[in-house]
């Protein structure tokens, strides 16, 4: 029996850093030694190779290993900078209806074989591509930015990890993440955004790390570098780590970057859901 996780990375919303998360989580794991597989289930998108700095080496993906043209180990990629670390890639020229359930349950089954952890990029939305990448998953992490538009959106996505999930169907309560990403305390603070405290309130799930905006995320996304990789010393980086630590079970306060450069808030412990 393998002792894989299966972790989903969702929000319902686009735009909010799925895929800048999935990278940065997915590298996070791998630097602590777990080996690791990235998959990309947005289906006719496709941006973790990308961010992963693997576009130039995708041959087969995702669609091709579920219709049988591929086996996993031709389309997996392997990281070049950690050895430990792959990605199974999406496909860009098929839709969303090319994955089927019994073919993700395949796929997840055959990857749990290999890995510690397989973490899967969830694309935008509640439809079939969203459900799919969630539904073998063993734990969540649900990414939202500190506006009602977003946490309204995670609100339905948590309707759907507690009935659309294999774990919610076999009566059991998938363990669920918050992850608050593209956090300004300065804009919190004037009322401009939610604080994180309402954030967990409405959502009432377990915080697992707050990431701070920051023009360093976007940087190493546009070298091909999860934040985790490119600068382990920045803001980001360190929220991710740290998340990746709570995550492995490390008891962490949650530090919430405060308005002056170089500080931190008050510290915040999430409640277990």
């Not at 080996?35 to 693997?54: E, P, S, W, Y």
């Not at 995708?58 to 031709?74: H, Y």
Request: aromatic letters at 4%.
């Amino acid at each position: 029996m393998s002792n894989a996780t299966v972790l989903v990375v969702t929000s319902g919303k686009g735009g909010v850093g799925k895929t800048t998360s999935t990278a940065a989580i997915a590298t996070a794991l791998a630097k602590q030694g777990y080996k690791v597989c990235a998959v990309d289930f947005d289906v006719g998108l496709r941006n973790l190779d990308l961010i992963m700095g693997a576009e130039r080496r995708v041959v087969f993906d995702l669609v091709n290993v579920v219709r049988g043209e591929a086996t996993i180990k031709q389309a997996l990629v392997r990281d070049k900078r950690l050895e430990n670390l792959y990605l199974l890639p999406a496909s860009q020229t098929r839709d969303k209806d090319a994955l089927t359930d019994e073919g993700v349950a395949s796929v997840v089954s055959e990857l749990r074989m290999y890995f510690d952890w397989i973490v899967c990029d969830s694309p935008a939305g509640i439809e079939r591509g969203a459900t799919l990448a969630m539904r073998y998953a063993d734990e969540a992490i649900i990414v939202s930015n500190p506006e009602v538009s977003s946490v309204r959106d995670c609100d339905r996505i948590i309707g759907l990890l507690d009935a659309k999930t294999a774990v919610a169907e076999q009566g059991g309560r998938m363990p669920k993440h918050l992850l608050i990403t593209r956090y300004d305390a300065e804009r919190a603070k004037s009322g401009d955004m939610l604080a994180v405290d309402d954030v967990v309130d409405i959502l009432s799930v377990p915080l697992i790390g707050v990431v701070p905006e920051s023009k360093d995320v976007l940087k190493a996304s546009n070298v091909g570098m999860p934040v985790t990789m490119s600068d382990e010393n920045s803001a980001p980086a360190r929220a991710y780590t740290e998340a990746v630590q709570r995550l492995l079970g490390e008891d962490l306060p949650v530090t919430i970057p405060s308005e002056k450069k170089g500080l931190f808030g008050k510290l915040f412990k999430g409640r277990a859901a």
